[in-house]
């Protein structure tokens, strides 16, 4: 007799597609933001505020591709 696999495989192949996507979204953001505050402060000027502006934006997109991370972990447990 034949086995059957445990579990939803395509939910899991699902879930560890959109981990992957979360992964690459994230460090994307890290990429993108390190970019932007090096251009920041090559300008010499007061750029703090915009300093600060680039943070808060990268974390909130890293933050929704965390949420999209836990999203995939669920569904690759499950």
Do not use: H, K, N
Request: some cysteine; overall charge negative.
């Amino acid at each position: 007799m034949t086995e059957q696999p445990s579990g939803d495989s395509f939910g899991r192949f699902i879930g560890l597609l959109l981990m992957g996507i979360a992964v690459l979204w994230m460090a994307f953001c890290g990429l993108c933001a390190f970019g932007m505050l090096a251009s920041v402060f090559t300008e010499g000027s007061e750029m703090l505020g915009l300093a600060l502006f680039v943070l808060v934006i990268a974390g909130a997109a890293a933050a929704g591709g965390y949420a999209v991370f836990i999203a995939g972990r669920s569904l690759w447990r499950s």
